[in-house]
């Protein structure tokens, strides 16, 4: 079992900055694959970006690419995802999930994945 917890959401203006993490139990969780996943208010929730099991391999939604970086630290079994030039439509709650290594399996698909966290608020103001 995989309990997932996010933190470091919050308010920012258009053009700053945030990190996110999110802490993960479970003996297992530097092998499994890892993703972040955001819901703006009324909207269905969308990939953002996800790292395989070996942290070899990086994802991104086309939105994010240049913008954010996902990373994983296996020794702290926490995952993070640095978020440089907010933008407005950046706005949204952002969750993490984890699932069993899946390496053919798509990693932007929210279905495939096993274990999610509560999520955090991003608000970006203009």
């Known amino acids: 079992q995989v309990q997932l917890a996010e933190s470091g959401g919050g308010l920012v203006q258009a053009g700053g900055s945030l990190r996110l993490s999110c802490a993960a139990s479970?003996?297992?969780?530097?092998?499994?694959?890892m993703g972040w996943f955001r819901q703006a208010p009324g909207k269905e929730r969308d990939f953002v970006a996800a790292?395989?099991?070996?942290?070899?391999?990086?994802f991104y939604t086309d939105s994010v690419k240049g913008r954010f970086t996902i990373s994983r630290d296996g020794a702290l079994n926490t995952m993070y995802l640095q978020m440089n030039s907010l933008k407005p439509e950046d706005t949204a709650v952002y969750y993490c999930?984890?699932?069993?290594?899946?390496?053919?399996?798509?990693?932007?698909?929210?279905?495939?994945?096993?274990?999610w966290g509560q999520g955090t608020q991003v608000t970006v103001s203009s």
């Open positions: 999930a984890a699932r069993v290594p899946s390496p053919y399996s798509a990693y932007d698909l929210e279905g495939r994945y096993d274990y």
């Open positions: 479970g003996r297992t969780f530097r092998t499994y694959d």
């Open positions: 790292v395989s099991g070996s942290g070899g391999t990086t």
